[in-house]
């Protein structure tokens, strides 16, 4: 818990140092309102799963075909994320590492972790 | 306090304040007796409590398990230190172990040099022999391969293997291989046919060791805490008079009996885990780094014959 909440404090300060920073580049170019909207702008995150305490979350997700899909690994332990018709099957992620499929054709995906297979998650490509 | 005996009533070279001060870092393990054929185990603590002194007898074996070298966060950055501290506590015995089981995750990542520093770091264990059967973080990226390379010589096509000692049968089963989603341990019907097979020629009377990384009971399924087809392996044992189950997996001991059958999982030397439950996930458990070294520890199991033996079955029934 200790680890996320750093990693949460750093993130942060790294968006106000950017944010700093292009406000201050925008000041010098005359055009703050159009830089500071577009720094402070969040992209879409519809793409990722995050594996965190021994789960997938989101466990279902819906993407339109040909959207690539990231797995990123928060947990202390190290997962793997497999279809269960092998359409994809990632190496172990350590700590921090992701793991990356892009889905070209529509159907549900089921995928398990084959370390700790009560781990499981879907995805639907429309 | 000082290293030196104050009290050697038995003049085995150990006193019981030298005993109890070794064995509390031990933790709660299993002390077994082979009496007339039959094994009967008692938590160690039990033992302890009772002053009983040396527990030297004909054969002993102590438990390694979930090593997890390369595991570098907290509780514990230095798991390669830890291992080494509980390789000390077993060359500091009287007597040293006949042999040494370990029971998986050697390492945390399957990595080559994760392996090298497990062998070279076990190389140092005063005993005879070490027999390994892996873990789910020994197999990850290759299916075992390099994991059976090492560690696996003189076993079957899946790992799994038997040997006798003393008269007692020892198995070691493999249940990290080919997990299917949504399940648990997985042994597969080529390792039960196996099994069946193995003890088929054994009279009833042989005591029976069993040892396997994720437990073959259930402790904790929400947490994939146990075995699918771990019910069918132990309807292989059940007219076996005594039965003794070595598990890991999961940082902690835990200890069941059921009928004739004894199951015990060990203490990892490397991060304690959660208690079933007790907490988001069974990720590592973070603990002030003074208390870390109370829950790890390591197995110490002994085969006790003669009359000084009866005493203590009498005395902790």
Same mark, same amino acid.
């Given at each position: 818990m200790r680890r996320w909440k750093t990693k949460k404090n750093s993130a942060a300060n790294v968006f106000r140092i950017a944010i700093l920073a292009t406000a201050a580049l925008s000041l010098a170019s005359g055009a703050l309102g159009r830089r500071f909207v577009a720094t402070a702008e969040e992209k879409p995150k519809s793409n990722a799963v995050t594996i965190d305490n021994f789960s997938f979350a989101p466990m279902q997700l819906e993407v339109p075909a040909g959207t690539q899909v990231t797995w990123i690994n928060k947990d202390d332990v190290p997962h793997t994320v497999v279809s269960l018709d092998h359409t994809f099957k990632s190496r172990a992620l350590d700590t921090d590492e992701s793991f990356s499929f892009t889905f070209q054709t529509p159907g549900t995906y089921e995928y398990f972790c084959s370390v700790h297979p009560k781990m499981t998650g879907r995805i639907i490509v429309k | 306090m000082p290293d030196h005996i104050q009290e050697n009533l038995d003049h085995d070279g150990v006193d019981r304040r030298g005993f109890l001060k070794c064995m509390a870092w031990a933790g709660t393990g299993t002390f077994c007796l082979l009496q007339g054929g039959v094994l009967k185990s008692f938590a160690l603590t039990d033992v302890i409590q009772k002053n009983l002194g040396n527990l030297g007898g004909d054969l002993s074996f102590v438990q390694f398990s979930d +090593?997890?070298?390369g595991f570098n966060k907290? @509780? $514990?950055? %230095?798991v390669t230190g830890t291992l080494r501290e509980a390789i000390a506590k077993v060359n500091a015995l009287p007597t040293p172990p006949s042999f040494v089981l370990h029971t998986g995750d050697l390492t945390h990542l399957s990595k080559p040099e994760e392996f090298d520093t497990l062998a070279e770091s076990l190389k140092s264990l005063k005993t005879e022999r070490i027999f390994y059967v892996p873990g789910e973080h020994d197999v990850?990226? %290759? $299916?075992g391969q390099a994991f059976h390379e090492r560690? =696996?010589? =003189?076993?079957q096509d899946g790992g799994w293997y038997s040997f006798d000692q003393k008269g007692a049968h020892f198995i070691g089963l493999v249940n990290v291989m080919n997990l299917k989603a949504g399940g648990l341990g997985n042994l597969g019907s080529t390792q039960l046919e196996w099994l069946e097979k193995d003890v @088929?020629?054994?009279? +009833? +009377?042989t005591p029976i060791v069993v040892f396997a990384h994720i437990p073959l009971w259930s402790v904790y399924p929400q947490w994939g805490w146990g075995t699918d087809d771990s019910e069918q392996a132990l309807s292989y044992l059940k007219r076996f008079g005594s039965v003794t189950v070595l598990n890991g997996h999961i940082h902690q001991t835990m200890q069941k009996i059921e009928g004739n059958i004894t199951f015990h999982t060990a203490c990892s030397t490397a991060f304690p885990q959660p208690q079933p439950g007790q907490a988001d996930s069974p990720g590592p458990l973070k603990v002030p780094t003074e208390k870390l070294r109370a829950l790890l520890g390591i197995t110490d199991v002994s085969f006790v014959r003669g009359k000084h033996t009866l005493a203590i079955v009498d005395s902790s029934l």
């Amino acid at each position: 818990m200790r680890r996320w909440k750093t990693k949460k404090n750093s993130a942060a300060n790294v968006f106000r140092i950017a944010i700093l920073a292009t406000a201050a580049l925008s000041l010098a170019s005359g055009a703050l309102g159009r830089r500071f909207v577009a720094t402070a702008e969040e992209k879409p995150k519809s793409n990722a799963v995050t594996i965190d305490n021994f789960s997938f979350a989101p466990m279902q997700l819906e993407v339109p075909a040909g959207t690539q899909v990231t797995w990123i690994n928060k947990d202390d332990v190290p997962h793997t994320v497999v279809s269960l018709d092998h359409t994809f099957k990632s190496r172990a992620l350590d700590t921090d590492e992701s793991f990356s499929f892009t889905f070209q054709t529509p159907g549900t995906y089921e995928y398990f972790c084959s370390v700790h297979p009560k781990m499981t998650g879907r995805i639907i490509v429309k | 306090m000082p290293d030196h005996i104050q009290e050697n009533l038995d003049h085995d070279g150990v006193d019981r304040r030298g005993f109890l001060k070794c064995m509390a870092w031990a933790g709660t393990g299993t002390f077994c007796l082979l009496q007339g054929g039959v094994l009967k185990s008692f938590a160690l603590t039990d033992v302890i409590q009772k002053n009983l002194g040396n527990l030297g007898g004909d054969l002993s074996f102590v438990q390694f398990s979930d +090593s997890h070298i390369g595991f570098n966060k907290p @509780a $514990n950055p %230095d798991v390669t230190g830890t291992l080494r501290e509980a390789i000390a506590k077993v060359n500091a015995l009287p007597t040293p172990p006949s042999f040494v089981l370990h029971t998986g995750d050697l390492t945390h990542l399957s990595k080559p040099e994760e392996f090298d520093t497990l062998a070279e770091s076990l190389k140092s264990l005063k005993t005879e022999r070490i027999f390994y059967v892996p873990g789910e973080h020994d197999v990850l990226n %290759d $299916n075992g391969q390099a994991f059976h390379e090492r560690f =696996g010589q =003189g076993t079957q096509d899946g790992g799994w293997y038997s040997f006798d000692q003393k008269g007692a049968h020892f198995i070691g089963l493999v249940n990290v291989m080919n997990l299917k989603a949504g399940g648990l341990g997985n042994l597969g019907s080529t390792q039960l046919e196996w099994l069946e097979k193995d003890v @088929a020629k054994l009279k +009833s +009377s042989t005591p029976i060791v069993v040892f396997a990384h994720i437990p073959l009971w259930s402790v904790y399924p929400q947490w994939g805490w146990g075995t699918d087809d771990s019910e069918q392996a132990l309807s292989y044992l059940k007219r076996f008079g005594s039965v003794t189950v070595l598990n890991g997996h999961i940082h902690q001991t835990m200890q069941k009996i059921e009928g004739n059958i004894t199951f015990h999982t060990a203490c990892s030397t490397a991060f304690p885990q959660p208690q079933p439950g007790q907490a988001d996930s069974p990720g590592p458990l973070k603990v002030p780094t003074e208390k870390l070294r109370a829950l790890l520890g390591i197995t110490d199991v002994s085969f006790v014959r003669g009359k000084h033996t009866l005493a203590i079955v009498d005395s902790s029934l």
